[in-house]
């Protein structure tokens, strides 16, 4: 069992930045993909951002070039770095990670971006 906290949502103006952490704990030496999904209301929930344990990332179009992940293997943790905010950013954020062939969910974290 891995049990995911996220933390770091808030409201924010239009380009303002924000930055979300996920701590893993349980099981973590299983953990390989670790990530960040977003659903808006009425929304289906979507990619935002992947890293894998080695390093290599994968980003939603959306954002590319406006959040960054990145993540601590020693201490379990990922981390999305999102600047310059636009209000349809706004959603639910929840943290993943693939725990062998499991993937696992946070709780999610409201992420709210004013104009």
């Known amino acids: 069992q891995v049990q995911l906290v996220e933390s770091g949502g808030g409201l924010v103006q239009a380009g303002g930045s924000l930055r979300l952490s996920c701590a893993a704990s349980g099981g973590t030496i299983g953990i390989n993909r670790m990530g960040w999904y977003r659903q808006a209301p009425g929304e289906q929930r979507e990619l935002v951002a992947v890293i894998t344990r080695g390093g290599s990332t994968n980003y939603a179009d959306s954002v590319k070039g406006r959040f960054a992940i990145t993540r601590d293997n020693a201490k379990n943790m990922v981390y999305l770095q999102m600047n310059s905010l636009k209000p349809e950013d706004t959603a639910v954020y929840y943290c993943?990670?693939?725990?062998?062939?499991?993937?696992?969910w946070g709780q999610g974290t409201q992420v709210t971006v004013s104009s």
């Open positions: 993943n990670v693939l725990y062998f062939t499991r993937d696992y």
